[in-house]
């Protein structure tokens, strides 16, 4: 997995979620020894991707890119870490920062609207 040189939109917007929530966060985290993956942010054990454009083709949409983000996903959860996966409408709407403050808070999901 080639490192990002720039963050997307979405990235950038749940950083700024994150400050204004005063959550501490890493960025670009290679969780898995022995593996490139890295994460866009970790928080305590969530272990956070948020995925740009899911509407067009690319990557994350071919099988290898679905087979391939399984398997990293898998690999938190084996080094026991929390996976949470976001689209940036999903970051722009604020369901991804309820869903991180709700894990945080109890590990329940926010019933988001």
Known sequence: ?????ALSSGEELLAQHL???QIEYLREV???PGRRWRWDFVVGDLAIEVQGQVWHKGGHTSGYGV?????????AV?????PLCFTTQ??????????????????SYPLHQ
Do not use: H
């Open 1 to 5: 997995m080639k490192r990002k040189t």
């Open 19 to 21: 400050v204004c929530y």
């Open 30 to 32: 290679a969780l898995i």
């Open 67 to 75: 087979t391939r983000d399984a398997q990293k996903i898998n690999a």
């Open 78 to 82: 084996l080094a026991g870490y929390r």
């Open 90 to 107: 999903m970051v722009e709407s604020g369901e991804a920062i309820d869903t991180i403050l709700s894990a945080k808070k109890d590990g």
